[in-house]
Structures are given as C-alpha cells and as structure tokens.
C-alpha cells in the first residue's frame, strides 16, 4: 500500500488504505481542526522526536467497550479503601508530560513538545481530557486522551505507584459506561488492558462502532466541574 504525503487541508484518505503495520499517512500538522478530523475517522498521530507526523489506523483494533470492563476481586476490594483521589481535568499538561518521560528499557518517547502543544489547545477546547490518580505525595497516576461523541480515544497512561493508572482507567471506564459512552479506542494491545476487557477487533468493526458512537453529543468542557465522574 502507498504511504500518502498529507497536504494543507485537514482531509485524509480512507483508513483501509493502510499498509500492513497501520501506517496510512505522513506530514500535514497537529492543528485542532486536522487532529479532530483523524480521531473522528479512526486514526492518530504517532511518530518519534525528528520524524515527520506519522498518521496510523491500525488493523485489528484493540478496544474496550464498557460494559466488558473486568475489575478483579482484590482490585475491587482494593479501590474500595479509597487510596487515590481521582479527578479529571486538573493537571492536564502534567499527566502529559509525566506519560511522556523515558521509562526503563525505553530509547525515547513519542510524546514530543509539538504533541503536548497541540493537545494541551484541544484540552482548551474541551475535546481532550486527563483522569488524574492524586494522593498526599501529589499526581502519582493518570491518563489522558480524546473524546468525541460517545466513544473516548484513550492516548497513553502513566504510573509512579502500583495501580495508579489502572484505577484511573477503571473509574474512567465505569463512569463513562455510566454515561452512555459505547466505544473506548486503546490503540494498541496490551497485557494491562487486557486484564480489564480489552480486546481486538478488526478495523471495519472499529469503525462501525466509532461511526455509532459518533452519533452522540460530545461532552465538551472541563470534565473535573462536568462531574464527569460522578455517580
């Protein structure tokens, strides 16, 4: 499949024109308007420091739909001690910066500078939203990610104590079932989101739940005073 070299409008071509790793495009920008654009078709940006924008829609997906949320027995009974206190919106370009530094056996990250820019103005704009995992030693946990009708992108998670972003994700994705959400995208496998119910599922199918999911309203605006949350 040919890569293809994106222009200055905010358009792309359809996503089953990826090639075989995912990889549909390269170049154009990270403006709100082109960022919002992608996500609405299923597809994101991922690329390191020094590359050009690299626009992917892997095939299969891995999903995790909210009503197929697993929480293991003693991680209910742990969740149940209140150890974290967990909020949205609080810290955003934080949570960012803080799943954007180099972990052990990792060479670099794809969290640059021009990445925690562009969604720190669609954080402004209300479209991108940070589950924040806090106790007495300050932010110790959390994800971030977009949201767009009733399906949310999840991006990348962090954690400086056991289970912090797992509880982030499994208030999240209770909450979000709560509310009517039908779709959260997680990208890409792995064994931690599959221990809570995510799956892979061909793209095609992704698409039809996102193109569903996209039915609904947006939640725009600060989900920490939209209670986001909340029971």
């Known amino acids: 499949m040919p890569v293809f070299r994106l222009g200055p409008e905010p358009v792309f071509p359809p996503p089953d024109f990826s090639s075989e790793e995912g ?3 390269v170049g154009g920008d990270l403006t709100p308007e082109r960022l919002l654009c992608a996500y609405a078709q299923g597809i994101f ?4 420091e020094g590359e050009p ?4 829609s892997p095939d299969p997906r891995c999903v995790l739909l909210p009503p197929d949320l697993q929480v293991h027995r003693s991680m209910r009974q742990f969740l149940k001690k209140k150890p974290f206190e967990i909020v949205c919106d609080r810290a955003f370009r934080s949570v960012m910066e803080s799943c954007g530094e180099l972990r052990p056996g990792s060479s ?3 969290i640059t500078s021009e990445m925690i820019e562009a969604y720190c103005r ?5 479209y991108a939203h940070s589950v924040e995992t806090w106790t007495d030693r300050g932010l110790v946990g959390g994800l971030y990610g977009v949201s767009l009708g009733g399906c949310f992108f999840g991006e990348s998670m962090f954690s400086k104590v056991s ?4 509880a982030a994700l499994i208030t999240l994705t209770a909450a979000l079932g709560r509310r009517g959400f039908s779709l959260i995208d997680c990208q890409m496998p792995s064994r931690h989101l599959e221990m809570l119910g995510a799956k892979m599922i061909p793209r095609r199918d992704f698409l039809l739940l996102l193109t569903r999911a996209l039915r609904d309203e947006t939640r725009r605006g600060n989900w920490g005073t939209m209670r986001i949350l909340d029971l």
């Open 23 to 25: 990889l549909l495009a």
């Open 45 to 48: 940006p991922w690329y390191s």
């Open 53 to 56: 924008i690299l626009w992917w």
């Open 108 to 110: 670099g990250t794809w």
């Open 122 to 126: 669609l954080h402004e704009l209300g």
């Open 163 to 166: 289970n912090a972003s797992k």
